[in-house]
């Protein structure tokens, strides 16, 4: 069984920062892309950050130059660095990870719980 626990997210006043983490537990044998994405009340769910397993990122265009997505592949983590926060970066924050486990070669999709993040003064 895999699962992906987020951590990180809270209140913040807008300019203000937060640091999420996701770490991904279980039978892993390998994880390729590893991403964020969010959904705010209302709105479809859309990606925030993506890095490959060789470290290519990319971005939305309505983060870009304030968030930073990072990975420590030794701990099967992600990390999201989020800066100059706006209260439109509202939203639940989803880990994603497109990976394999030792039983199954098959690369599959999987998704964390979920952290708030409220951007409010």
């Known amino acids: 069984q895999v699962q992906l626990v987020e951590s990180g997210g809270g209140l913040v006043q807008p300019g203000g920062s937060l640091r999420l983490s996701c770490a991904a537990s279980?039978?892993?044998?390998?994880?390729?892309?590893m991403a964020w994405f969010r959904q705010a009340p209302g709105k479809q769910r859309e990606m925030v950050a993506f890095?490959?397993?060789?470290?290519?990122?990319n971005y939305a265009d309505s983060v870009k130059g304030r968030f930073t997505i990072s990975r420590d592949n030794a701990k099967n983590t992600v990390y999201l660095q989020m800066n100059s926060l706006k209260p439109e970066d509202t939203a639940v924050y989803y880990c994603?990870?497109?990976?394999?486990?030792?039983?199954?070669?098959?690369?599959?999709?999987?998704w964390g719980q979920g952290t708030q993040v409220t951007v409010s003064s």
């Open positions: 994603y990870a497109d990976l394999s486990v030792r039983t199954n070669p098959v690369p599959l999709n999987y």
């Open positions: 279980g039978s892993i044998f390998s994880i390729s892309a």
């Open positions: 890095i490959s397993s060789g470290g290519s990122t």
